[in-house]
Each structure stands twice: as C-alpha cells, then as structure tokens.
C-alpha cells in the first residue's frame, strides 16, 4: 500500500516551452502533497505544499507563477514548470500524506527534467 | 539556514560492518525524525523513524539512536551488505507545521563486498 507515482519520469524539453508532472497516490487519498527539487548529489529542497482544493504555498525563493502546482482531486497533484530554461533542469520529486493522524510521507519515483 | 546537519558526506563501509550516520538539529520545534534510503534515479523510500521521546529504535538491521538534550540522531546499520549502498537522508519534522520535513545534506554510502 501507499504507492505514489510520478508521470513521466523523464522529460526533455526546448528552452520557453512548458512542461506538466504529474503525481498520483495510487491506493490513498492524500490530503496534502508536497513538491521537491533535488539537484545532483544534493538533498531534497521542499518547493511547496498543496492541499487538495486550496492554492499552493510555496516555500521563500521558489516563484509561484514559474512553477503552477494544482491539487485538484485527494489523489492528483500537477506541477507545471512553465517557460522553462536549462536551470530549471532538475529531478523533481513529489510526496503524498493521507489524511488522518499519520506522521508519513509518501514519495514518488521522481521525474528527470531537462530543459535544452 | 540548514536546520539539519548530517554528517559524513560520504561513507565507506567494508560488508558485515556497521554504518554510522549522524544528525544534528536546532529546532526544538521538531518532533519527528524519519530516515530515508534513496537510490539513485529513484526518490526516497521511508527506512525507519522515531519520536524524541523514545532513545532508541530498531527494525532489523537498523537502528536509530536518539539523544534529546544534544538534539542528535543517529543511524546505525548493522551486518551492512552491498546492496545497502546508496543515499541516506534524515529529517525533521516541525511540530504543527503541516507535516512538513526539513532535510539533512545526504550521506553517500558505499559498502564494500
């Protein structure tokens, strides 16, 4: 159980355009999802939390209108990445948190971006 | 600000050793510590956690080790094998902060057959 999955997993795409990642729980309903970046050999850096039909709050730096993140079902969240350029070539990582009491997280395979 | 230090940066451990793997906050507004394995190409997968009001916690061949007063934790992995090589985060977890994690730099481990 608990199973998150990210689409695609890895996306190559032209300087200026835009790209959409998907994350899913598979077998919850993931009440908060949270959206991370991680750049090679480094930990995850937190970009912003959404809760399912409320509008994202992203973390100090990361720029909202850059990055659109919609949650608008308990088991779908979208990151799109929008104009994108080479420095936004990342892995972009999402997890879900069910509802309740639970501590956890649950993290998706990741998606590899790079913009060209 | 990092709020999470961990250390080493990397880690070379012969197979059948134990690996060892520090953390150390500042934020006495945490109140959960998870550890994660991560693999490269693949994101983090949840290994063991623990609350500071517990010392110590196993699950097989992992151990977390925690000590309140000098906000530090720790991972031990006993018998280490080869197939345990890979990336090791711990976290933290912020009291009423939307369960939200703040994570430590990373440990690159390899074991050695």
């Known amino acids: 159980g608990a199973v998150v999955s990210q689409h695609p997993s890895w996306v190559i795409c032209k300087s200026g355009t835009s790209v959409k990642i998907e994350c899913r729980s598979l077998?919850?309903?993931?009440?908060?999802m949270f959206w991370y970046r991680q750049f090679p050999k480094q930990s995850l850096m937190l970009m912003a939390t959404s809760n399912e039909g409320s509008k994202a709050t992203y973390e100090q730096g990361v720029e909202k209108d850059k990055f659109l993140i919609n949650h608008a079902s308990l088991t779908l969240s979208t990151l799109t990445v929008t104009s994108a350029h080479p420095e936004d070539s990342s892995f972009y990582i999402c997890?879900?948190?069910?509802?309740?009491?639970?501590?956890?997280?649950?993290f998706g395979p990741g998606t590899r971006l790079t913009v060209t | 600000q990092q709020q999470v230090k961990q250390s080493p940066q990397s880690l070379i451990v012969q197979k059948g050793g134990i690996s060892i793997i520090n953390c150390a906050y500042e934020n006495t507004a945490f109140d959960y510590f998870p550890w994660y394995q991560q693999f490269p190409g693949k994101g983090p997968a949840l290994l063991i956690a623990i609350r500071p009001d517990v010392s110590e916690k196993k699950e097989g061949r992992f151990t977390i080790s925690f000590n309140k007063s000098a906000k530090q934790f720790s991972l031990h992995i006993m018998d280490s094998q080869p197939g345990d090589s890979a990336t090791y985060f711990c976290?933290?977890?912020?009291?009423?902060?939307?369960?939200?994690?703040?994570f430590g730099g990373g440990t690159r481990l390899m074991v050695k057959p």
């Open positions: 997890s879900a948190r069910p509802g309740g009491s639970t501590n956890e997280q649950y």
């Open positions: 976290a933290a977890r912020r009291r009423n902060a939307g369960n939200m994690l703040t």
């Open positions: 077998d919850f309903q993931a009440t908060t």
